[in-house]
């Protein structure tokens, strides 16, 4: 059952339940299908509310809001970065908003974590395959079809074909796609393969319960057990009689609770129109758990433990990281009639200069690890993504309909910090050089397309001719080189860590089943656990390894 | 030192405070909008005027110049309708610090034009809006009754009987002059 603000009264107190699942979008809507598809009774919080599907798409700004927590006015910053980020916040999370665009878990990042000593990791563990291929045919994932690319995304196509490098059409959980260009807002069809239409649906048939719009405020541990920090090192050293004791103290501790962990939010009424003023009219809910998994995302999984002081080792909110994205938009002549608008946004992806290709010999590290995205926007994000205002501002958008766009996606190497107020990150100077060679290429793709004019992600910087490419790199204002800049109003909704897996509990929140080092039955099972990112866009990443932490839930529980 | 956008905004509406004296500042009129006698339910009169003021610079086109869009009035009702997102309350905080910094914006141009930058950025986001977005109600309206959209070719979200085409328009490649080739880079 899905319940809202209506369906609840305050003091509603729920359970005790075998799993309390923090977050309904990838990684939180595979947990709840799989643990409940063994059997145990599991329930959802999610803070945003349920839209079914005839509620959703067509209207940008109206959708984008509803199911988007954006921070475009509360930007991630650091000593010379902003970055505006949009995660999910609805009922399904980030994959109900998501351009569909579906990258696998790539290998070499499982290298990468595997070298980190997160074994199970490795691209050796046959497991791992077996997931990938269920959670494909489980969402229908398939390339889009070639005479499906709108005109925007075949410019893409059409430059780095000139150009020689690597492009590929990509591949979306999507069945019957309508094409109408609203993806972002949430399929209106009903046809995309979200969590909301899959797993989440899937786990309701199995009786899992989800509550929207319920805001958790805290995660309390009413008890300890054997394996528990600080017990699980006392334990180590004790023997004979003072060890039964401590045994027997553990015992004691859990009477009188309903459960080892209890979950309190607080549910509002998500579709309602907030107070200008104060906070909306909620009602708390109370959820006795004997085991959480967390999958708020990483600002929202680090944010919920700091508040519920749950902050082992002082590692969480750290090592926070993210793909920061600019875009380049470009101007071609009146007889090119684009309509970026029209037909699905991202179906043609760049990947020639990504990270995957960390071990071809034309790959430098220090420019390299980047895609470019072939996309535009609707009027408000257009808007927006040209440069100037007054009477030239108008004219642009005028030729809206002759532009075609180019995200540049870096995968970067830089990591932040996510504080209960606010996130800190900078991009590095190896990001800076990516981010500009990325942008050359897109500026290359442009022109070898017919480009007249290229208004890039750099603040001011307009290129008319290829001769002005140069100017990418020699692109420096107050002192500041590129997009070490915070004008440059970089973006991203692919975020990652906060509570990350790793060997070590001094530097990891979780092990590598995605199980708190110090804290049994508390995991983590969303984009926070990431110890990397993966430079890919990241739902089914996050659902494989959502669906091998899972699967290790069941084997531990 | 660093600083986010917010305190950016708020140093700058502290020195124009200092420098204007922020009761004169705060009780500063904006120039009326054009049929500015609707019902307001979020924006203050003030709010709404400021707003209307700051669209005809951003975005003087004839819609707007003579009244037609009410770009405040379609903020206004976007907010009380349907905004659920917290990021876009924070917008109204930085609407009032904006309005404060208005008359010193010359100053900040020549003295910190980052500042100057971020506050020219915010007034494009908040006049875009209720402008080129669905914020402006043409959703909801028949193609033909549309002012905006039509405008800059945009069609609108698709009609409830719409079913896509068998193929997108296909570019002819010939058509598109790889300027690369020809210019050399």
């Known amino acids: ?557 | 030192m660093s600083f986010s956008r917010r305190r950016f905004i708020k140093s700058a509406a502290m020195v124009a405070g200092a420098m204007v004296g922020p009761w004169s500042l705060a009780g500063r009129e904006a120039r009326a909008a054009v049929g500015a006698a609707k019902t307001l339910s979020i924006l203050t009169r003030s709010e709404y005027n400021y707003i209307n003021a700051m669209a005809r610079e951003i975005i003087p086109d004839e819609p707007v110049l003579n009244g037609q869009v009410d770009v405040a009035g379609n903020i206004d009702r976007f907010f009380a309708m349907d905004n659920s997102s917290p990021d876009f309350l924070v917008m109204l905080r930085f609407l009032r610090l904006i309005r404060m910094a208005d008359p010193v914006l010359p100053l900040l141009r020549r003295t910190s034009p980052f500042i100057h930058e971020d506050v020219i950025s915010f007034k494009r986001t908040i006049c875009f809006l209720g402008y080129y977005s669905d914020a402006n109600g043409e959703a909801e309206i028949s193609p033909a009754e549309r002012v905006v959209w039509p405008r800059i070719g945009y069609g609108g979200p698709k009609d409830d009987d719409w079913w896509p085409p068998d193929q997108e328009v296909q570019l002819d490649p010939d058509a598109l002059t790889d300027r690369i080739k020809e210019e050399g880079a």
């Open chain 1, 1 to 557: 059952m899905i319940y809202s603000y209506d369906d609840i009264k305050a003091g509603e107190v729920v359970g005790p339940v075998d799993v309390c699942v923090i977050g309904s979008g990838a990684g939180g809507s595979v947990m709840a299908h799989y643990l409940s598809k063994a059997g145990l009774k599991v329930v959802v919080l999610e803070k945003g509310a349920h839209y079914p599907s005839e509620e959703l798409g067509k209207r940008e700004v109206r959708q984008l809001t509803r199911i988007q927590a954006m921070t475009i006015f509360t930007p991630v910053t650091g000593e010379h970065t902003r970055v505006s980020l949009i995660a999910g916040e609805c009922y399904g999370g980030g994959t109900v908003g998501s351009e569909s665009v579906t990258w696998d878990f790539p290998q070499i990042v499982l290298e990468d974590w595997n070298k980190l000593g997160l074994t199970s990791f490795s691209p050796d563990n046959p497991r791992l395959e077996e997931y990938r291929l269920e959670l494909r045919k489980l969402l229908n994932v398939h390339p889009v079809e070639p005479l499906h690319h709108n005109p925007c995304n075949q410019i893409l196509k059409i430059g780095a074909e000139r150009e020689g490098i690597k492009w590929k059409s990509v591949e979306r959980p999507v069945s019957y796609c309508m094409r109408c260009g609203n993806c972002t807002q949430g399929c209106h069809y009903g046809v995309k393969n979200d969590s909301a239409n899959t797993f989440l649906a899937w786990a309701g048939e199995r009786g899992a319960d989800a509550y929207c719009g319920a805001s958790v405020e805290k995660i309390a541990i009413n008890y300890y057990g054997p394996d528990d920090h600080p017990y699980s090192e006392k334990l180590k050293f004790l023997q004979g009689a003072s060890r039964t004791d401590t045994l027997r103290e553990l015992e004691n501790g859990k009477k009188g609770w309903p459960s080892k962990f209890t979950v309190t939010a607080l549910v509002t009424d998500r579709k309602s129109p907030p107070p200008r003023k104060g906070a909306p009219d909620s009602r708390s809910i109370t959820v006795h758990s004997d085991q959480v998994a967390l999958a708020a995302g990483p600002l929202g999984t680090s944010r919920l433990l700091l508040k519920s002081k749950i902050n082992p080792n002082q590692v969480v909110g750290k090592r926070f990281t993210t793909h920061p994205t600019s875009f380049n938009v470009a101007r071609f002549g009146r007889s090119a009639r684009l309509n970026g608008w029209d037909g699905i946004n991202d179906t043609i992806e760049v990947h020639h200069f990504s990270d995957m290709y960390r071990n071809e010999d034309y790959f430098n590290p220090d420019r390299h690890g980047f895609l470019l995205e072939g996309a535009l926007s609707l009027p408000w994000g257009v808007s927006n993504l040209l440069p100037g205002t007054g009477k030239e501002h108008v004219a642009l958008m005028r030729d809206m309909n002759h532009m075609a766009g180019i995200e540049v996606n870096v995968k970067t190497d830089s990591y932040g910090r996510v504080t209960e107020k606010d996130v800190r990150f900078d991009l590095s100077e190896r990001d800076n050089e990516a981010m500009l060679y990325g942008t050359w290429v897109a500026a290359r793709i442009f022109f070898r397309a017919g480009a007249r004019e290229i208004f890039t992600g750099l603040p001011g910087l307009v290129l008319r001719s290829p001769a002005d490419l140069d100017k990418i790199f020699k692109y420096k204002r107050g002192g500041k080189k590129g997009f070490m800049q915070k004008q440059a109003n970089l973006y991203s909704g692919h975020i990652f860590g906060g509570a990350v897996m790793g060997v070590d509990p001094k530097t990891s929140f979780a092990d590598e089943t995605g199980e708190c080092h110090h804290i049994k039955g508390l995991w983590v099972s969303d984009g926070s656990a990431f110890p990397t990112n993966v430079g890919v866009n990241c739902c089914l990443s996050i659902m494989f390894a959502a669906r091998k932490i899972a699967d290790d839930f069941i084997a531990k529980t």
